[in-house]
């Protein structure tokens, strides 16, 4: 079983949808959560970044972390087709040193105008 | 954030040769990272990288194999040696953001075929 899974897509939307995009991990001891945008032949790019449980809004998006199920999201509201894109999950353990992010396989968003 | 270039962009290579990919940041960072990226995988960290220190592999990577050279605090290379089809993928640098060490900025990555 791979520690982070992420549905790879593609998920295909229309403009102003908003979008739900899933992460399931299985090590208790991840405290920090991120989301991480990647346009297609571009390097990734950070999007969102929550430690703990709670939710973390920053303009049409919002994070979203339930570590009792170990579970997190990000929801995109009003979606535009600039969001097409690969989305991927990240999670580390602790803040102290440093220590290795584990990435999902990403997945693939396609919002048609 | 910090803005990361590489080179190259691009690359088709013959098998049983190597490639350096190089990679620079604009203000200087502790650590480095080199990540692989495959296609239906998530990156995958090969190793890490710190100014003055030899480089700390992941398991299933070795220096014979990806040497990298940390000669300053705003560069770094990643050699991927004897090249078979399988090293085929994106090659990638990240760099720690400087207030979170978990955070991490990543390059727009090197594409590399190995035919």
């Known amino acids: 079983q791979k520690e982070v899974e992420q549905d790879p897509g593609p998920l295909s939307v229309p403009e102003g949808a908003i979008v739900s995009l899933n992460c399931t991990y299985s090590?208790?001891?991840?405290?920090?959560f991120m989301w991480y945008r990647q346009y297609s032949r571009k390097g990734p790019e950070l999007l969102m970044y929550t430690y703990s449980s709670g939710n973390k809004e920053d303009g049409r998006f919002t994070a979203q972390v339930d570590k009792s199920s170990k579970y997190i999201s990000l929801f995109i509201r009003d979606s535009q087709p600039s969001d097409s894109a690969t989305y991927l999950c990240?999670?580390?353990?602790?803040?102290?040193?440093?220590?290795?992010?584990?990435f999902g396989t990403g997945t693939r968003l396609l919002v048609s105008p | 954030s910090a803005v990361i270039s590489q080179k190259p962009s691009r690359d088709i290579c013959q098998r049983g040769t190597s490639l350096t990919i190089q990679c620079q940041v604009d203000s200087q960072v502790t650590m480095m990272f080199w990540y692989r990226q495959q296609p239906g995988q998530s990156l995958t960290l090969i190793a890490t990288?710190?100014?003055?220190?030899?480089?700390?592999?992941e398991s299933g990577f070795v220096i014979d194999k990806f040497p990298i050279s940390r000669p300053n605090l705003t560069f770094s290379t990643l050699t991927v040696s004897n090249m078979s089809p399988e090293d085929s993928s994106i090659y990638l640098c990240?760099?720690?953001?400087?207030?979170?060490?978990?955070?991490?900025?990543f390059g727009p990555g090197t594409r590399l075929t190995v035919l």
């Open positions: 990240a999670m580390s353990a602790r803040n102290t040193g440093f220590q290795k992010l584990v």
């Open positions: 990240s760099v720690d953001s400087g207030v979170r060490t978990d955070t991490q900025y």
């Open positions: 090590n208790s001891a991840f405290q920090y």
């Open positions: 990288a710190n100014q003055g220190s030899e480089a700390t592999y």
